[in-house]
């Protein structure tokens, strides 16, 4: 059986952008999984109702469907036991469930509001409404208001980002020596940056922006060969 996976994709089809999708979709490869990626919007929400839930990632392998970024990788390396470690060892399950959450909120928070624009911008036409009414609804003001004030705020972000650089200076992973689904879960949010925007959200001689040139190239370049942009 091919695993399938419903993947957020802007009006172009093969434009996948959501930083979720990105996790599930570089740790199947990790593992050395095939999968079919089913292009998935915003509005498709009947698609994915037997997943009970209405977000994406939704994986289904065989009977199996799974929801949820981080339940997928915990599924994948519970299933795939044979393959290469996502997590490394069982132990280290719960320090990446920590940068998971980190990136959930610190990270994709703040980078939400210099992207919003750029996001709307790459929808589907039918996607267009639902979503300038529900961010609308979400940070109380007009879009092109939310992400106005991206260059001054792009200063603070990088500044949140101190915890990744002061351990990507010294080791050239997260997970140390290679790429673990540690790396995965904080460079989905930088694909999700590069899918639609050119806005420059790292410098070029942070280490973060090195690591970043690494992850693109890892994995068969899956990454840097996907739609998108070059800061
Ligand atoms: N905690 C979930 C978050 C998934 C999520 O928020 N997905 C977004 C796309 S990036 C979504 O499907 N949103 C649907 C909506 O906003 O209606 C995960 O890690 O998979």
């Known amino acids: 059986v091919t ?33 079919e990626t089913i292009p998935w919007r915003f509005s498709d929400t009947d698609a994915i109702e037997m997943s009970g839930q209405r977000r994406v990632p939704v994986l289904l392998d065989g009977d199996k469907v799974v929801s949820d970024s981080w339940t997928i990788a915990e599924y994948l390396e519970d ?22 959450s980190w990136a959930d909120t610190v990270v994709n928070g703040a980078l939400v509001r210099l992207l919003l624009t750029d996001i709307y911008a790459h929808l ?14 979400r940070f109380g003001m007009p879009l092109e208001e939310v992400s106005a004030d991206r260059d001054t705020r792009v200063v603070g972000f990088r500044q949140s980002l101190e915890p990744a650089r002061i351990i990507l200076a010294a080791q050239p992973y ?31 001689d942070d280490p973060i922006y090195s690591w970043r040139e690494r992850m693109l190239d890892n994995l068969s370049a899956l990454a840097r060969k996907a739609p998108g942009y070059s800061e």
Request: charged content about 25%.
């Open 79 to 100: 299933t795939y036991q044979h393959r290469p470690f996502l997590f490394g060892s069982a132990e280290a399950r719960a320090p990446t469930r920590f940068i998971n």
């Open 174 to 204: 997260l997970a140390g020596g290679r790429p673990l689904y540690a790396d995965y879960i904080l460079f989905g949010c930088f694909m999700w940056a590069r899918s639609i925007s050119s806005f420059r959200v790292l410098t070029s």
């Open 3 to 35: 695993i399938k996976l419903f993947d957020l994709a802007g009006a172009e089809p093969d434009r996948r952008f959501s930083p979720y999708c990105w996790r599930t979709k570089l740790a199947l490869a990790h593992k050395g999984l095939t999968v």
């Open 124 to 137: 589907h036409e039918k996607d267009r409404r639902y979503f300038r009414e529900s961010r609308e609804k």
